[in-house]
């Protein structure tokens, strides 16, 4: 495939832009380097690159992305927004009708609040359970992302029920030993935690079904014991549903499960593709943010018409029928053609998906953990990866990434993704010969 303009365009963007890209995700360093795919348009499940390419579009933008580009109710309603004006600094009776509909979908928000990202909503969301229990430390579990707030860059610590170490430059040892960090679906781990540091734990942050090390679910109960452990010490639980809120169904992960956080951070797909975060939880909890309370939190854009509005348009189609039948079935087209194929082939890999969102890991042990995730071979996962995207298939370029589909997608995208991956793992076999 031609890339000759994203070549040039990247070389210039290297001139201005730190790295090339905003963010470091986008470049392609997880993937052995080179030059990050320069798109120009989106429609439905196809993106389009500057060199006039089109590729079957998995990485849904990191997750926003659900209805698929240029949805045309959504593109409808934002272009109407931004007629009437994009930003007044007032309130909008369009943030009353978000409010009520994320409420309506998610009955855990009590109160909520429109941020701008899901970096600022968890980060909020910490500061307001500091402030709620008077406590300073935050467990969370290895290999979650939740943004790039200082407090979650945090790595674990050096051995079992150990603060925690800076997981970026610029993050003091001082912030890391308010974080501790224990590996997901187990409970012991998290309990010895909280019998050592219990009366100092603020919250417990967990995405109630990861996204950030590929998808994966929690145990049977796992849930259900992460609230009874905080909750008999006094802290409070924190969902990190940024990438979960509306991905497996209307509404959130803690509804699949049934089980009621004390406080959840949201973003992604409730902006239909726009800039937005959003954060709620139990009204006790909640009042503690000013204006009410003590918590501050502020933001300029926070809640303007253009983000809410294309978050109503979006939940609007998610609302529909059918919508995540169908996600489930073409995630499951998709997982039984790759399983297909795995099996044809002598390339360990195993699939973890829920509904519309699949990981395909390149190892032969079920992944429950970060641990597992990252056992999957990095360099068969970049020569797949390029291998699928000279193929016009677009996937994040990570190993620990999920595939995430559309409602735009079909069954014959999916078909022509499972020949491409069967072309991929064959080419990967003939080179091992
Ligand atoms: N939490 C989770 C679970 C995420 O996946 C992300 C983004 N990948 C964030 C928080 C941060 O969201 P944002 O990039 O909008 O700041």
């Given at each position: 495939m031609d890339r000759k303009h994203s070549q040039h365009l990247y070389n210039e963007a290297c001139e201005h832009i730190v790295g090339g890209?905003?963010?470091?995700?986008?470049?392609?360093k997880g993937v052995g380097g080179g030059v990050p795919v320069f798109m120009e348009k989106g429609n439905g499940a196809y993106l389009y690159d500057v060199d006039g390419s089109t590729y079957i579009d998995y990485l849904g933008a990191y997750g926003p992305i659900i209805t698929g580009h240029a949805h045309p109710h959504i593109t409808q309603v934002v272009t109407r927004a931004a007629e009437n004006g994009?930003?007044?600094g007032t309130p909008t009776v369009l943030e009353n009708r978000f409010a009520k509909m994320l409420k309506e979908a998610?009955?855990?928000?009590?109160k909520v609040r429109f941020v701008n990202s899901g970096t600022e909503a968890v980060m909020t969301t910490i500061r307001v359970a500091r402030a709620y229990t008077g406590r300073t430390k935050i467990v969370k579990f290895s290999?979650?992302?939740?943004?790039?707030?200082?407090?979650?860059l945090v790595a674990a610590g050096s051995g079992p029920a150990t603060l925690g170490s800076p997981d970026?430059?610029?993050?003091t040892e001082n912030t890391a030993e308010e974080v501790i960090t224990v590996p997901f679906n187990d409970t012991q781990a998290l309990q010895d935690v909280l019998d050592k540091w219990g009366d100092d734990i603020a919250a417990v942050l967990v995405e109630?079904?990861?996204?950030?090390?590929?998808i994966v679910e929690p145990a049977e109960g796992f849930l259900e014991q992460v609230n009874e452990a905080a909750h008999d010490t006094g802290a409070l639980v924190i969902y990190?549903?940024?990438?979960?809120a509306f991905r497996f169904?209307?509404?959130?992960a803690q509804d699949i499960y049934g089980v009621k956080p004390d406080m959840t951070a949201m973003g992604k797909i409730i902006g239909g593709g726009l800039p937005i975060g959003a954060y709620g939880g139990r009204v006790d909890i909640m009042e503690n943010v000013a204006p009410l309370g003590p918590a501050y939190q502020a933001g300029t854009?926070?809640?303007n018409p253009v983000s809410i509005s294309a978050g109503i348009a979006c939940l609007e189609v998610l609302g529909q029928d059918g919508v995540y039948e169908h996600l489930d079935h073409l995630g499951k087209r998709l997982e039984d053609g790759l399983s297909h194929i795995i099996k044809e082939h002598s390339i360990p890999a195993v699939i973890n998906r829920r509904c519309g969102a699949l990981t395909l890991f390149f190892t032969d042990r079920k992944v429950t953990d970060y641990d597992g995730a990252d056992e999957s071979d990095g360099e068969l996962f970049k020569t797949f990866f390029h291998l699928m995207l000279d193929q016009g298939i677009n996937l994040?370029?990570?190993?620990?990434?999920a595939w995430f589909l559309t409602t735009a997608h079909t069954e014959a995208d999916i078909d022509q993704t499972i020949e491409a991956a069967r072309h991929a793992f064959s080419q990967i076999e003939k080179n091992r010969q």
């Open positions: 890209v905003n963010s470091p995700s986008r470049s392609f994009v930003l007044y998610i009955p855990s928000l009590e290999g979650s992302y939740h943004g790039h707030s200082d407090l979650v970026s430059a610029g993050v109630p079904i990861v996204g950030n090390f590929g990190d549903e940024v990438i979960t169904t209307y509404g959130g854009m926070s809640g994040a370029p990570s190993k620990y990434e």
